[in-house]
Nanobody
Framework: EVQLVESGGGLVQAGGSLRLSCAAS????????MGWFRQAPGKEREGVSF????????YYADSVKGRFSISSDNAKNTVYLQMNRLKPDDTAVYYC????????????????WGQGTQVTVSS
C-alpha cells in the first residue's frame, strides 16, 4: 500500500520560510514523480512543484518560481519543498502527491495523495 506522509506546515510571517517534507512508502515503481498541489479556500487547486525521482527533472508554477525549491532524497524516499520569501497568497493546504512515470500538472492524473498540511502566511 502506497502511503505519503507530510510534515512541516505551520504559521509564518510574510517573508519567512518553511520546509515541507513528504515521506513515501510502498512504491513498487522505479520511475515516478512526486510533488505538491495546494488549495486555498475558494480557489482552484494549483500544481506547485514536482520532481522526477529518476532524473531530478523539476517543474515549478510561475507563482512560486525563484522562491520555492523542490528536492528529493531517494535513500529516504522523501521529497522536500523549501519555501522562501513566503507571501500571504501562499496560504493554503499543501498536498503531497505521487504518480508513476512522469510529471503532470493535472491533479486527476495523480494516483496517490497525502493527508495535507496547512501553511498559513500572515501579513
Amino acid at each position: 500500500e502506497v502511503q505519503l506522509v507530510e510534515s512541516g506546515g505551520g504559521l509564518v510571517q510574510a517573508g519567512g520560510s518553511l520546509r515541507l517534507s513528504c515521506a513515501a512508502s510502498g512504491f513498487t515503481f522505479d520511475h515516478y514523480a512526486m510533488g505538491w498541489f495546494r488549495q486555498a479556500p475558494g480557489k482552484e487547486r494549483e500544481g506547485v512543484s514536482f520532481i522526477m525521482r529518476s532524473d531530478g527533472a523539476t517543474y515549478y508554477a510561475d507563482s512560486v518560481k525563484g522562491r520555492f525549491s523542490i528536492s528529493s532524497d531517494n535513500a529516504k524516499n522523501t521529497v522536500y519543498l523549501q519555501m522562501n520569501r513566503l507571501k500571504p497568497d501562499d496560504t493554503a493546504v499543501y498536498y503531497c502527491v505521487a504518480r508513476p512515470w512522469d510529471i503532470s500538472t493535472l491533479d486527476y492524473e495523480y494516483d496517490y495523495w497525502g493527508q495535507g498540511t496547512q501553511v498559513t502566511v500572515s501579513s
